[in-house]
Antibody, heavy 124, light 107 residues
Framework: QVQLVQSGTDVKKPGASVKLSCQASGYIFTSYYMHWVRQAPGQGLEWMGVINPSAGSTRYAQKFQGRVTLTRDTSTSTVYMDLSSLTSDDTAVYYC?????????????????WGQGTLVTVSS | DIQMTQSPSSLSAFVGDRVTITCRASQGIANYLAWFQQKPGKAPKSLISAASTLQSGVPSKFSGSGSGTDFSLTISSLQPEDFATYYCQQYYSYPPTFGQGTKVEIK
């Protein structure tokens, strides 16, 4: 069965960077796009970006351009999300979520499987 | 960006009630509409794609309808495990956007 297992809770100071991981199993890792979505406390869901695990190509939401970097390690079926210049507004749960479309086609931006989420707290 | 507006923001209902949540897009999105269920402290769970297609394993008490700008999610007979927050999401146009959520609580 498809599983997305994310790294654990993290606490960072303002101005720092955070790197989160999402390890996939139960399917061919390089076949499906992977997205990152975040949720601030008590708030809704916000899409951040997507990576093609096969090609390594990425696309980011305009809001996060220049601050977010998605990478992947195909040897461990893991996607990483690096977010820099953190502020308290970045305090949120960060989810990886798989696109339901394979990389042979364009991203569909529909998320069929989600990781369990990683809480990142930014506080001085 | 396409704005997604859900109503109501919250509702209280009894076990056994039929519940309907609506979602309106700021422009037409055909049927590129998904519904997710989220319980406290958990990740969202995919319920419905393409406005009305149930994901594998999702019980048939959930149903979705609509096209264009107006959509709805109906739970035919609310059970204790259905109390959660529900989100709609459009994937017609980049970037994907979500509604603000509808919290379904026990009356």
């Amino acid at each position: 069965q498809v599983q997305l297992v994310q790294s654990g809770t993290d606490v960072k100071k303002p101005g720092a960077s955070v790197k989160l991981s999402c390890q996939a199993s139960g399917y061919i890792f390089t076949s499906y796009y992977m997205h990152w979505v975040r949720q601030a406390p008590g708030q809704g869901l916000e899409w951040m970006g997507v990576i093609n695990p096969s090609a390594g190509s990425t696309r980011y939401a305009q809001k996060f351009q220049g601050r977010v970097t998605l990478t992947r390690d195909t040897s461990t079926s893991t996607v990483y999300m690096d977010l820099s210049s953190l502020t308290s507004d970045d305090t949120a749960v960060y989810y990886c979520a798989r696109d339901d479309t394979t990389v042979r086609d364009q991203e569909n931006y529909y998320f069929d499987y989600w990781g369990q989420g990683t809480l990142v707290t930014v506080s001085s | 960006d396409i704005q997604m507006t859900q109503s109501p923001s919250s509702l209280s209902a009894f076990v056994g009630d039929r519940v309907t949540i609506t979602c309106r897009a700021s422009q037409g999105i055909a049927n590129y509409l998904a519904w997710f269920q989220q319980k406290p402290g958990k990740a969202p769970k995919s319920l419905i794609s393409a406005a009305s297609t149930l994901q594998s394993g999702v019980p048939s008490k959930f149903s979705g309808s609509g096209s264009g700008t107006d959509f709805s999610l109906t739970i035919s007979s609310l059970q204790p495990e259905d109390f959660a927050t529900y989100y709609c999401q459009q994937y017609y146009s980049y970037p994907p956007t979500f509604g603000q959520g509808t919290k379904v609580e026990i009356k």
